[in-house]
């Protein structure tokens, strides 16, 4: 499969503990978005690269949330002192920017949180 | 603020009546319009976006500036049809908000045989 792709797919955590989640784009995107998915509710934008830069981070994202794409390739999401709100799908997308041509966002399958 | 409204969570039909997902939206500018569809244990995936005005698996969708409404029909909807579908928007391309999608809350479409 060479799509996005996330890892891992589950990880049930205790309220209080970090975590962290990659993400691997598709190898030539350089735009790489991370969403948050609550249970009824459609995607939420939590922050955006392009290449290595971080260029935006949704209100969302409080200072527990911490994400970096060192050598704009993969990423990473890290949440500190994980609380039961955290308990969501996360997911990452990435494309090519708007001037390479397609700016279609590829979705990987995302990585399910539960905080207990 | 930027907002897409899917009036419906859940909508049924029956193969080959036709079918209509309603999707609304608020955006001060030029949006571009996407429908997002997840069957199930797949990945998002898209199904099209308004500036391609194409017909991907018989489903097409109109932009009304007018009515700010995004709305996904299809003359015959099939059992294989059946799956997850989010309305989103984002900023024009070269526009600070570009790439950064905005989604509603999805429709949930069950094609009965």
């Known amino acids: 499969d060479t799509g996005v792709s996330q890892d891992p797919r589950h990880k049930i955590t205790k309220r209080g503990q970090n975590v962290t989640f990659r993400c691997d784009p598709i190898?030539?995107?350089?735009?790489l978005y991370w969403y948050r998915q609550t249970l009824g509710q459609g995607p939420e934008f939590l922050t955006y690269?392009?290449?290595?830069?971080?260029?935006?981070k949704s209100r969302l994202l409080s200072n527990r949330f911490s994400a970096e794409r060192p050598k704009g390739s993969f990423s990473t999401l890290e949440i500190q002192r994980t609380e039961q709100g955290d308990s969501a799908m996360y997911l990452c997308?990435?494309?090519?920017?708007?001037?390479?041509?397609?700016?279609?966002?590829?979705f990987g399958q995302g990585t399910r949180l539960t905080v207990v | 603020a930027q907002r897409v409204t899917q009036p419906e969570k859940l909508l049924s039909v029956f193969k080959g009546a036709p079918v209509e997902l309603k999707c609304n939206y608020s955006?001060?500018?030029?949006?571009?319009l996407f429908w997002y569809v997840q069957y199930s244990r797949q990945r998002l995936q898209l199904l099209l976006r308004?500036?391609s005005r194409e017909s991907i698996k018989g489903f097409t969708a109109d932009l009304n500036k007018g009515e700010t409404s995004f709305h996904l029909k299809k003359p015959f909807a099939q059992e294989e049809d059946s799956a997850m579908y989010y309305c989103?928007?984002?900023?024009?391309?070269?526009?600070?908000?570009?790439?950064?999608?905005?989604f509603g809350q999805g429709t949930i479409l069950t094609v009965h045989p």
């Open positions: 997308a990435s494309s090519f920017d708007w001037d390479r041509g397609s700016t279609e966002a590829f």
């Open positions: 190898s030539e995107h350089n735009r």
């Open positions: 690269f392009q290449n290595e830069a971080q260029l935006e």
């Open positions: 955006y001060s500018g030029s949006p571009e």
């Open positions: 308004h500036i």
């Open positions: 989103a928007l984002s900023g024009r391309p070269g526009g600070t908000s570009y790439g950064k999608l905005t």
